[in-house]
T-cell receptor, first 115, second 114 residues
Framework: NAGVMQNPRHLVRRRGQEARLRCSPM?????VYWYRQLPEEGLKFMVY????????ESGMPKERFSAEFPKEGPSILRIQQVVRGDSAAYFC?????????????FGDGTRLSIL | SQKIEQNSEALNIQEGKTATLTCNYT??????LQWYRQDPGRGPVFLLL?????KEKRKERLKVTFDTTLKQSLFHITASQPADSATYLC?????????????FGSGTRLQVQP
């Protein structure tokens, strides 16, 4: 059984470019979460999606950031016009049911570096 | 404001001893609390979940306690091994604030010396 797959593992962008991060949840999981982690810091919640719906985006910056989870295909976190402060590790997690007393399954993240 | 605090200083212990990590929270009333392990360059891996009506949970060498009066969870690893060296994260739900996702502490790094 494949776990949560994130790609690319490493992504380098220049300031002003766009970054697209992909996440394929575990089989049978329809709930996806994106987190951002800065060095020596904890995971910061960004957005929670269910198939074709954004459920909670309260942790995501209002500008330049967007997320989707289409009916077919992976979830995408998109960052437009990247800036140096966007450099971080971005983790995706999934679960089979809505958030509740159950674990979340994480991918190994995408490390985004902005030149 | 709501806060989750884990000891930011690394915990160094000798192999075979019990490691105890602390997670404190303020202004929350979580229905459950989770612990995860994170190795360098990897995503967090779920370890244990404890609900508000449970005082203690065990899994092999791991034990978690949850004191809703003190607003604290303790995470114990008995008979620690060098392979237990990692960063350990606690996570809470904020269901009573309307946030439908986990909120994580910043983690405590554990180093077990052989």
């Amino acid at each position: 059984n494949a776990g949560v797959m994130q790609n690319p593992r490493h992504l380098v962008r220049r300031r002003g470019q766009e970054a697209r991060l992909r996440c394929s949840p575990m089989k049978g999981h329809s709930h996806v979460y994106w987190y951002r982690q800065l060095p020596e810091e904890g995971l910061k919640f960004m957005v929670y999606l269910q198939k074709e719906n954004i459920i909670d985006e309260s942790g995501m910056p209002k500008e330049r950031f967007s997320a989707e989870f289409p009916k077919e295909g992976p979830s995408i976190l998109r960052i437009q016009q990247v800036v140096r402060g966007d450099s971080a590790a971005y983790f995706c997690a999934s679960s089979p049911l809505p958030p509740g007393d159950q674990p979340q399954h994480f991918g190994d993240g995408t490390r985004l570096s902005i030149l | 404001s709501q806060k989750i605090e884990q000891n930011s200083e690394a915990l160094n212990i000798q192999e075979g001893k019990t490691a105890t990590l602390t997670c404190n929270y303020t202004n929350y009333s979580p229905a459950y609390l989770q612990w995860y392990r994170q190795d360098p360059g990897r995503g967090p891996v779920f370890l244990l979940l404890i609900r508000e009506n449970e005082k203690e949970k065990r899994k092999e060498r791991l034990k978690v306690t949850f004191d809703t009066t003190l607003k604290q969870s303790l995470f114990h690893i008995t008979a620690s091994q060098p392979a237990d060296s990692a960063t350990y994260l606690c996570a809470l739900d904020l269901g009573d604030t309307g946030r439908r996702a986990l909120t994580f502490g910043s983690g405590t790094r554990l180093q077990v010396q052989p």
